[in-house]
């Protein structure tokens, strides 16, 4: 994977509105552990547990729509806490009252007519796995998270795409060329193959 695409990952899992101690809230899982992403057609992924431990202190933006002029929180700021428990990432926004885009995702949550959240991040470590079928699949080990969204549709980005059918037609030059060279020195005997 080239480390310095951007990749964003989503889960349909609803966010949760509250109020408490007299501040809005949108809390969910941004991410979950170990569900399998079908990225195309023979290529999967997943998320290990524990991929984000190293991003928990990061500087860590919460958005609406991956746009990064509609900030509605920040870890920095307070106003976003993000944590990893055996599910998945976790995470909760405290929604300024005077800020309008917060209060139009708020009640949008709240009604139902927005009801995903996504994750934006840098992949710093992940295993490959070609399976019997053919099919190969991604394990994200670790990454750099850098942004959490609240949106209305979530999905794979042609970018995120194109980056995985990269890493795969590399991936699978490497094996040839592997093979190859397996094959030529079991042609001139070399028994150490």
């Known amino acids: ?10 889960v349909m899992k609803n966010p949760e509105i509250r109020e408490e101690n007299n501040e809005l809230h949108i809390a969910g899982y941004f991410a979950v552990f170990n569900k399998n992403y079908e990225m195309f057609d023979g290529a999967s992924e997943s998320i290990a547990q524990g991929a984000f431990t190293n991003s928990l202190q990061n500087d860590v933006r ?16 307070g106003t976003l806490t993000i944590r990893e428990d055996d599910f998945g990432l976790w995470g909760d926004v405290i929604i300024n009252p005077k800020d309008t885009d917060a209060m139009n995702i708020y009640a949008r949550v709240q009604r139902g007519d927005v009801n995903q959240c996504s994750i934006g991040f840098f992949i710093t470590s992940e295993e490959t796995e070609f399976r019997e079928d053919g099919s190969v699949h991604w394990t994200i080990k670790d990454v750099d998270l850098f942004e959490v969204s ?20 590399e991936l699978k030059a490497k094996r040839l060329e592997a093979l190859k060279v397996r094959t030529l020195a079991k042609l001139k005997g070399d028994t150490k193959c």
């Open 1 to 10: 994977m080239e480390r310095e695409t951007k990749q964003f990952r989503s």
């Open 62 to 77: 919460a958005l609406i729509n991956h746009d990064d002029t509609l900030v509605i929180g920040r870890t920095t700021a």
């Open 150 to 169: 609240v949106c209305t549709f979530p999905a794979y980005t042609d970018t995120s795409v194109q980056a995985r059918k990269h890493d795969l037609e």
